[in-house]
């Protein structure tokens, strides 16, 4: 990385080809939870390349309310008649931000309806129904990105950069912890990230441990595997979950350790630190979009940190999600892509439950 | 911890009751490697309680230069005048700083001589000779410490009292990692460290690993209960020993998760994190006794940094071993002690041997 060029323009879009004019890409939301409402819809919203035309939820009344209070929305439609195929000419793409066990069926209709799909992280709440998400996509020929907001966060993108030049050596070890208190983000009596019937076989592992697993993967540019893991759930409200808190270890190809930690019932931190032979590379904070970034590289005696103002990763998703579109490439985090993490996650249940090392690829199989 | 009180005299010696008018405590130091030489005796000079009065080596002529290099040393004796009793009037305490698998037979001579050990860790290089280590003090009475510099460390002690405090929650998740080029630190063409019959089972876990396991020990005020390891070999030097570099997870009493790497071919680095419910605290860089260290705790929208000029660690441990001695009261690294770590980290090799999770009370039982 050019120091200058850094200094300049340290977020800049180096995927980006299409301009305003090549879009927008019409996009249909799918759950209006905070995440949709207070993330995605104001990040589309602030980016170049797509626009919020129709909204979709269980309820119509909230869709009308969220219709209402954005310009772009043209349709607000229930669930069922998005999969009936309702407002189909008033968007191009469908992002997929429903809990985990209803992406497979709105993935299905989209592809039915031939739209392209963002589909949040982790695909699915099985990696069955993951595998069915993947093949809905492929048999369709629809565009399937799965939404791992960190690709496109320039400090992660940056350290990719760095870690490929050599600057930290060859990558020998990685620590990486994603937690947050989710009983205090959500307003939910009864989160559905703690339900196993919607969220999957857990939830500190699933949906926050999938951000250091993955990111390292991402900044490794090696996939996961095998597996460990240990886990444990005390407080009440995590009594269907097996992992309030968790520790687990993933081996990467080319013989990278990580050693990663997740907790959705402890202090917001995140943090993704890579250990080569020559040096150190440090982001930090690392996974939570509403924060300033910081990326520290140690070579020696010689330590170079750059302090950068957060950008919408929400915005540089949708976005690249956009470009991809547009520019008719394919996207770098595919279904099969995906379906790699959720081999790997199920990887660590399954070795934290019967106390063995787990090889990803066998997982599900 | 009282900021003011922080800010006057954060590497303040809390254990101290000694003053230099009880001692001193005269040391025979065992084993004239770079770490005795560079390290203890500097440190035992800068100190206040303790003496270097006598010098062992395997070779006569190397201790008697060291000897002659040092004022106070007034005796320069090998292994074997040292095990049959030479010199016992010229020290009162034998620092037992030999290659792993040496200490008990020295241990055992300084027990006959009724002289007190503070012995290097990791305590052995098997489990059954650690047990006879500690036998041999307990049964001759003399005091053993082994010699944990992290505990007498300003900033640990210092995360030792803040986590006592609550100031980030209840203990949750850990990270920790110590690596550094072995190959680079010493001349030997080859190393003892990477020498099973005299390292132990491994070396990275073995030699450093043990830093963030006991010091994760040492600030959460808990045991370890059960590991886990993945680990690997591949540069030549290392081809007997299987951990070139090694990923491993501690559940420590309470429930609280340690994900831990070593590697004694990557980069030089050393970290503590201990992240809570409410906060999260940082010791970087932690273990090495040639940097000055930070201490960084956030808790919400605050952080607050301490940074602090590294005292000699070494100096701060052998003070620490003549106070209590000329206090007569316990060490807090007792043979005990160190028996439980030696547990842990054969519970790591036995787990990454056999793919899961080991309890650490059962391990060479």
Request: with cysteine; glycine share 8%.
């Given at each position: 990385m050019?120091?200058?060029t850094?200094?300049a323009?340290?977020?800049?879009?180096?995927?980006?080809?299409?301009d305003a004019?090549?879009?927008?890409?019409r996009v249909?939301?799918?759950?209006?939870g905070?995440w949709t409402?207070?993330?995605a819809i104001?990040a589309?919203?602030a980016g170049?390349?797509?626009?919020?035309t129709?909204?979709v939820?269980?309820s119509?009344?909230k869709a009308?309310?969220v219709r209402?209070?954005?310009g772009t929305?043209?349709?607000?439609?229930t669930?069922?008649?998005?999969?009936?195929?309702?407002?189909?000419?008033?968007?191009d793409?469908?992002?997929?931000c429903?809990?985990n066990a209803y992406h497979l069926?709105?993935?299905?209709?989209a592809?039915?309806?031939?739209?392209?799909v963002?589909?949040e992280?982790p695909?699915?709440a099985s990696?069955?129904r993951?595998?069915?998400l993947?093949a809905a996509?492929?048999e369709?020929?629809?565009?399937?990105m799965?939404a791992y907001?960190?690709?496109?966060?320039?400090?992660?993108?940056?350290a990719?950069?760095l870690?490929?030049?050599?600057a930290i050596?060859?990558p020998a070890?990685?620590?990486?912890?994603?937690?947050e208190?989710?009983l205090?983000?959500v307003?939910?009596e009864?989160p559905?990230r703690?339900d196993?019937d919607?969220?999957g076989p857990?939830?500190?592992?699933m949906?926050?441990g999938i951000y250091?697993?993955?990111?390292?993967?991402?900044?490794?540019?090696?996939?996961?595997?095998?597996?460990?893991?240990m886990?444990?759930s005390?407080?009440e409200?995590?009594?269907r979950?097996?992992?309030e808190?968790?520790?687990?270890?993933?081996?990467?190809?080319?013989g990278v350790?990580?050693?990663c930690t997740?907790?959705?019932n402890?202090?917001?931190?995140?943090?993704?630190?890579?250990?080569?032979?020559e040096?150190e590379?440090n982001v930090e904070?690392?996974?939570?979009p509403?924060?300033?970034r910081?990326?520290?590289?140690?070579?020696g005696?010689?330590?170079i940190?750059?302090g950068?103002?957060?950008?919408?990763?929400m915005?540089e998703?949708f976005?690249?999600?956009?470009?991809c579109?547009?520019s008719?490439?394919?996207?770098?985090a595919?279904?099969?892509?995906?379906?790699v993490?959720?081999?790997?996650?199920f990887?660590?249940y399954?070795?934290?439950?019967?106390?063995?090392?787990?090889?990803?690829?066998?997982?599900?199989?």
């Open positions: 050019d120091l200058a850094a200094l323009a340290f977020d800049r879009r180096d995927w980006q080809t299409a004019d090549d879009g927008p890409v249909a939301m799918l759950g209006l905070w409402i207070e993330q104001p589309v919203a170049e390349l797509c626009e919020t129709v909204v939820s269980s119509r009344e009308e309310r209402d209070d954005h929305i043209e349709r607000a439609i669930y069922d008649e998005f999969v009936a195929g309702e407002a189909t000419d008033a968007y793409a469908a992002y997929v429903t809990p069926e709105y993935v299905e209709a592809a039915e309806h031939g739209k392209a963002l589909c992280k695909m699915e990696i069955d993951a595998e069915r993947a996509a492929d369709a020929g629809i565009p399937l799965i907001r960190m690709h496109t966060e320039p400090a992660v993108r940056r990719r950069e870690i490929d030049a050599g050596g060859e070890l990685v620590h990486g912890n994603m937690s208190r989710i205090e983000l307003d939910d009864q559905w703690l196993p919607v969220v857990g939830t500190s592992v949906d926050i250091p697993l993955n990111t390292a993967r991402y900044v490794l540019d090696a996939d996961p595997v095998t597996v460990q893991g886990m444990a005390t407080h409200a995590f009594d979950v097996p992992d808190r968790a520790a687990f270890t993933v081996e990467y190809e080319g350790y990580a050693a997740a907790s959705q402890a202090a917001s931190a995140s943090n993704l630190r890579v250990i080569g032979t040096g590379l904070p690392a996974f939570y509403w924060q300033d910081a990326l520290r590289v140690t070579r005696d010689t330590t940190e750059a950068v103002e957060g950008v919408d990763q915005t998703e976005d690249y999600f956009a470009d579109l547009l008719d490439r394919p996207f770098y595919d279904g099969e892509h995906g379906l993490d959720m081999r790997a996650i990887g660590v399954e070795a934290a439950d019967a106390g063995g090392t787990v090889v990803v690829d066998e997982v599900g199989r």
